[in-house]
């Protein structure tokens, strides 16, 4: 159970921006990878973007335009730009990291899009 803390949320306008962050208390190897999930008042935990170790992405489709996923290997950390917010953006952000022998989450982090 490696620790991961997730930091950046906040509340912000429509169309204003944040940066997350995840870092892990361990080294990240090559075939691990972290990803972002949110959950919505009354929601599901749903996947919103993902990033490999060796840099390849991918996102909801809802976000691709709007927010960019990035990995330093050498900081533990994982970062996810998000720009042009949206109310439906709102939730609480969790940091996912997985491979081969491990599947970790931190505790999440809020993010509030006023209209």
């Known amino acids: 159970q490696v620790p991961l803390v997730e930091s950046g949320g906040g509340l912000v306008q429509t169309g204003g921006s944040l940066r997350l962050s995840c870092t892990a208390s361990?080294?990240?190897?090559?075939?691990?990878?972290m990803a972002w999930f949110r959950q919505a008042p009354g929601k599901e935990r749903v996947w919103v973007a993902t990033?490999?170790?060796?840099?390849?992405?991918n996102y909801l489709h809802s976000v691709e335009d709007r927010f960019t996923i990035s990995i330093d290997n050498a900081k533990n950390t994982m970062y996810m730009q998000m720009d042009d917010l949206k109310p439906e953006d709102t939730g609480v952000y969790y940091c996912?990291?997985?491979?081969?022998?491990?599947?970790?989450w931190g505790q999440g982090t809020q993010v509030t899009v006023a209209s």
């Open positions: 996912n990291l997985w491979g081969p022998s491990r599947n970790d």
């Open positions: 361990e080294v990240i190897h090559g075939g691990d990878a």
């Open positions: 990033v490999t170790a060796k840099g390849f992405t």
